[in-house]
T-cell receptor
């Protein structure tokens, strides 16, 4: 079936270090979304990428969509304790006019103060 | 954030009980979703409703029965659940693009 995988599954970083999570799809995506879920919370939308090779920034967060629209990455510069949580990508796959959003496996980020 | 609300927030039930989860969205969206989130698996899409019509059922066991009386309300009726059904059940809504999630119901099946 159509899958969206993320690596790594877990990441522990010292506060101030950078962090990157990678998202890979077995199928070409119409667009990709990123969500953040804080511990004990629910997923909250961060951003959507649509165009091949697109790069978007939100303060310390940089999001990229691959040229082939099959992969994406989220990079956080100089992590802070508020960055703790699980980051999910969600790829939108079109199948005979029917669009489906498939969530990735998530990367859980913990920060060591 | 109060755009999508879910009740109850926590539920403990036995395998022979019947209970219902409720979701309400105040955003005027036309699509609503049920997801299951457990410790060992990513977000699993269960059901999708568009304009009150069910458009997707991801091979969910019949012990889970959704109901969407209008575009603002979504229910998940539960009966004869198994312990492995214990999880966080998340409701979400969308119009175009991003999904807005509710706080979830933490379900424990004994």
């Amino acid at each position: 079936g159509q899958q969206v995988m993320q690596i790594p599954q877990y990441q522990h970083v010292q506060e101030g270090e950078d962090f990157t999570t990678y998202c890979n799809s077995s199928t070409t995506l119409s667009n990709i979304q990123w969500y953040k879920q804080r511990p004990g919370g629910h997923p909250v939308f961060l951003i959507q990428l649509v165009k091949s090779g697109e790069v978007k920034k939100q303060k310390r967060l940089t999001f990229q969509f691959g040229e082939a629209k099959k992969n994406s990455s989220l990079h956080i510069t100089a992590t802070q304790t508020t960055d703790v949580g699980t980051y999910f990508c969600a790829g939108r796959i079109s199948n005979f006019g029917n669009e489906k959003l498939t969530f990735g496996t998530g990367t859980r980020l913990t920060i060591i103060p | 954030e109060t755009g999508v609300t879910q009740t109850p927030r926590h539920l403990v039930m036995g395998m022979t009980n019947k209970k219902s989860l409720k979701c309400e969205q105040h955003l005027g969206h036309n699509a609503m979703y049920w997801y299951k989130q457990s410790a060992k698996k990513p977000l699993e899409l269960m059901f999708v409703y568009n304009f009150k019509e069910q458009t997707e059922n991801n091979s969910v066991p019949s012990r889970f029965s959704p109901e969407c009386p209008n575009s603002s309300h979504l229910f998940l009726h539960l009966h004869t659940l198994q312990p492995e059904d214990s999880a966080l059940y998340l409701c979400a809504s969308s119009q175009v693009g991003e999904q807005f999630f509710g706080p979830g119901t933490r379900l424990t099946v004994l």
